[in-house]
Nanobody, 125 residues
C-alpha cells in the first residue's frame, strides 16, 4: 500500500522559513520521480518542484532561488526547504510520486500517480 505522509507545515511571517517533509512507503522510492505541489481554494493545483532519482531538479519560476527540493533515499523522505516565504506561498502543500514509468521531471500533476494528504502552509504579511 502506497503511503505519502507530509509534515512540517505551519504559520510563519513573511520572510521566514519552513521545511516540509514527506515520508514515503509502499513503492520503490529511490527510483521514483518525486514532487511538491500546492493548492489554494478555488485554484488549480500548482507544481512547485520536482526531483528525479539521480538528484536532477526543476522548480516553478515563482519559487526559484527561494525553495529547495531534496531527497534522502536511505530514509525514503522527500524535503522542501522554503526560505524567504511570501504571503502568496500560502497553500496546502502536497507530496506526489511517479514510480511506474519514466520520469520527465515536469510539474504537471497528471504525471504523478500517488499523492499525500497535504500539509498547510500559511504566511502572514
Amino acid at each position: 500500500q502506497v503511503q505519502l505522509v507530509e509534515s512540517g507545515g505551519g504559520s510563519v511571517q513573511a520572510g521566514g522559513s519552513l521545511r516540509l517533509s514527506c515520508v514515503a512507503s509502499g513503492f520503490p522510492y529511490s527510483s521514483a520521480c518525486m514532487a511538491w505541489f500546492r493548492q489554494t481554494p478555488g485554484k488549480d493545483r500548482e507544481g512547485v518542484a520536482a526531483i528525479r532519482s539521480d538528484g536532477s531538479t526543476t522548480y516553478a519560476n515563482s519559487v526559484k532561488g527561494r525553495f529547495s527540493i531534496s531527497r534522502d533515499n536511505a530514509d525514503n523522505t522527500l524535503y522542501l526547504q522554503m526560505n524567504s516565504l511570501k504571503p502568496e506561498d500560502t497553500a496546502m502543500y502536497y507530496c506526489a510520486a511517479q514510480w511506474r514509468g519514466d520520469c520527465y521531471l515536469v510539474l504537471n500533476n497528471y504525471e504523478y500517480i500517488d499523492w499525500g494528504q497535504g500539509t498547510q502552509v500559511t504566511v502572514s504579511s
